[in-house]
């Protein structure tokens, strides 16, 4: 299916735009997921392009983080299939040779935030409604270590232990001061602010960049690539608890009192 994300690259700048347009929140189900990897992989493989713009067909949202669904009452099967793909689609973004640039243009809670956060530079919207961060202990459940490393590699050691211990979601000026996010602009500038800092990221030859971004990240991947199926295991053995289950569903029910 190729219908949740849209991919448009521009062929004459190298730059592809790709917009999150999953109603309600962006959730990163598996069908989600599984169509943000392959989208990834078309782009890595075409030498057309060199840079990806990633940001939400949505209002208010730029994606609401992982499927609670695909986390709840599911079988050990769905769980393996589910967690591989959260996993392939980090080792695609984070490991992209293309120059990845997020326009955060809502909300961006967990999944949400890991996606900005894998990106190479991060602009966000101003308005104080958005919030981003690793809110994961509110639920009751733990961020995975390489969502933690991927944090970590962004804001440093003890912004990440306090921001994951608590379980921040940041508004988007704090967001800033912290260093998860790059830059804020007026929301009717992102789109602006991305293509002008990309055109810049796109000014240095591919090769030495790449070289260097690989350095700089091949720790963080090859230790998900050497842990996978260990990952797996401990996601699966984690998330069949009755305590988080339970945790889950009272979560899934807090969003839904919250509404009315
Ligand atoms: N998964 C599934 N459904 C969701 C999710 C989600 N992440 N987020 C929202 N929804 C649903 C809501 O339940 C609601 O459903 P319905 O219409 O049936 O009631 C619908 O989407 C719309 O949501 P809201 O009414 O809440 O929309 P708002 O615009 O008011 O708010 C927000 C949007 C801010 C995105 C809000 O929905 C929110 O805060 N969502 C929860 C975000 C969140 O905490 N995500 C964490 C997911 S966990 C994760 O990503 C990492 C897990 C790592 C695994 C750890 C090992 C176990």
Same mark, same amino acid.
């Given at each position: 299916s190729n219908n949740k994300i849209q991919v448009e690259l521009d062929e004459s700048s190298g730059v592809a735009m790709m917009k999150f347009k999953s109603p309600p929140v962006n959730s990163l189900s598996l069908e989600f997921l599984t169509e943000f990897s392959i989208s990834l992989e078309k782009l890595e493989n075409n =030498? $057309?392009?060199r840079g990806v713009i990633i940001t939400s $067909?949505? #209002? =208010?949202?730029f994606s609401s983080g992982l499927d609670i669904t695909e986390m709840c009452g599911k079988s050990i099967e769905h769980y393996t299939e589910f967690w591989r793909a959260v996993q392939e689609m980090w080792l695609r973004l984070y490991g992209s040779n293309m120059v990845t640039v997020a326009a955060v243009n809502g909300s961006s809670p967990a999944g949400g935030c890991l996606v900005a956060l894998s990106c190479d530079y991060r602009i966000m $919207?101003?308005? #104080?409604?958005f919030s981003i961060g690793l809110n994961e202990a509110q639920l009751g459940i733990v961020a995975p270590f390489w969502f933690k490393d991927t944090f970590v590699n962004v804001v440093g050691h003890r912004i990440a232990e306090r921001s994951l211990q608590l379980g921040s979601l940041h508004p988007a000026p704090e967001a800033l001061k912290l260093g998860l996010v790059d830059e804020l602009v007026p929301e009717e500038k992102l789109m602006e602010k991305a293509a002008a800092v990309m055109a810049q990221w796109l000014a240095l030859p591919d090769h030495a960049r790449q070289l260097t971004k690989t350095m700089m990240r091949k720790a963080v991947l090859d230790r998900l690539v050497a842990h996978r199926e260990e990952d797996i295991k401990n996601f699966i053995s984690f998330v069949s608890k009755e305590s988080i289950q339970k945790s889950l569903r009272m979560y899934m029910e807090m969003l839904k009192k919250r509404k009315s």
């Open positions: =030498k $057309a392009c $067909a949505l #209002p =208010k949202i $919207a101003e308005n #104080p409604k």
